[in-house]
């Protein structure tokens, strides 16, 4: 990944750049943005245009194993989980094929991408203190190639507590030519006293016209690429899941379920097949049981827009036979604020491990009463 390759986020490639050719790299720095961005490619671009520039090795050498993800003082740390490959103590090092593969394949990939390549949806990945204590051993030894050594941490809001202590002192005095660099979606959740040790550098949502390019670069046409781009929200990530045909059917779950629970109050029956949905959803794994929650959320807000005749700012294109303008009858001031809460609030269960039969169950009766309330006239 090159700087060159990169789509958007013009002016912090620029800050980036000037910092090599002026000569005051920062040692420690935190990306943050919301997720699917290309965080993680600019990271790494600019670890290439630091390293290969005064490589003992050679540029083309250089180049090479940074195409190749191998590059002997360049680390990755990122959240792991224990699977069927590594039952105990799981690092970074022990997924390191499957990362590299991650990053050739899904580079603008999200957490819940790399959740889905390692089958571990149904578990909360996390960095914990043996990454620290890693990272930290090999950042103090000599360069490989004789000069700069760097790590990139992926997530950093996954670090816990020890791990993050742990990793204060080697940001505050770190070895000469060494650089960290952070990334997370969520800046409040790393540690505060981290995040003040690093220079900040923050990341937008992209614009259409770099989504639409990157888009037609993947081989969408013109069109397609135009398309996405308008429903990708500025993120580069769902622009590229929206182009796969095996997609995750969230519209059909979400169509069957809101149908369901309309009828559920004057039918009795609908209510079974209203809890049978909600067991059928608590079977996916967690991460996508998040997923479609935001979507969800997208999809309401989306509605209320076209209520109140605001077609112009919506972005969602039905892939089915779902007709948003006869749905959005049914969303309005009197319930928009109460179904969005209740769905915020399930996303916060799932995020902490609660019963999922038990979350969408609730919802799903929640739903049922909100759907049916009334306009509020004004």
Not at 199 to 215: C, D, K, T, W, Y
Request: glycine residues 6%; proline residues 3%.
């Amino acid at each position: 990944m090159r700087f060159d390759q990169i789509y958007g986020h013009d002016s912090q490639i620029k800050v980036l750049r000037e910092s090599i050719s002026l000569g005051r790299v920062p040692h420690a720095q935190l990306f943050t943005g919301p997720e699917g961005v290309g965080m993680l490619a600019v990271a790494i671009a600019f670890m290439r245009a630091v390293f290969c520039q005064e490589s003992n090795a050679g540029k083309s050498s250089c180049d090479l194993k940074f195409d190749r993800m191998t590059h002997p003082d360049l680390h990755f740390v990122f959240p792991v989980a224990s699977n069927a490959k590594v039952k105990t103590k799981p690092t970074s090092d022990q997924f390191l094929e499957d990362w590299r593969l991650f990053v050739e394949n899904n580079r603008f990939g999200t957490l819940f991408d790399w959740y889905q390549q390692l089958e571990m949806e149904n578990k909360q990945g996390q960095i914990g203190v043996l990454e620290s204590e890693e990272i930290t051993k090999k950042l103090y030894l000599t360069a490989y190639e004789g000069g700069w050594k760097g790590v990139i941490v992926w997530q950093a809001d996954k670090l816990n507590l020890a791990a993050a202590n742990k990793l204060l002192k080697l940001v505050e005095e770190p070895p000469e030519k060494t650089l960290l660099i952070f990334i997370s979606n969520h800046e409040d959740q790393v540690l505060e006293t981290l995040r003040s040790r690093c220079q900040g550098v923050h990341f937008s949502l992209l614009p259409e016209n770099a989504i639409s390019r990157a888009l037609i670069s993947y081989g969408a046409t013109r069109d397609l690429a135009d398309s996405l781009s308008i429903q990708a929200n500025g993120q580069l990530s769902r622009a590229l899941r929206l182009m796969k045909v095996e997609e995750v059917p969230f519209e059909d779950w979400f169509v069957s379920w809101v149908r369901t629970a309309f009828k559920a109050k004057r039918n009795k029956g609908s209510v079974v097949e209203l809890l049978n949905w909600s067991q059928q959803i608590a079977g996916v794994g967690r991460e996508t049981q998040k997923q479609f929650l935001l979507f969800s959320i997208e999809l309401f807000r989306q509605a209320l827009l076209v209520q109140y005749d605001l077609t112009e700012l919506t972005s969602y294109k039905p892939r089915g036979d779902f007709d948003i303008s006869r749905f959005s009858n049914y969303v309005h001031n009197g319930n928009i604020h109460l179904i969005i809460s209740e769905l915020e609030s399930a996303y916060l269960h799932v995020e902490r491990n609660g019963s999922a039969k038990m979350i969408f169950s609730d919802l799903s009766l929640k739903l049922t009463r909100h759907i049916h309330n009334p306009l509020v006239l004004s």
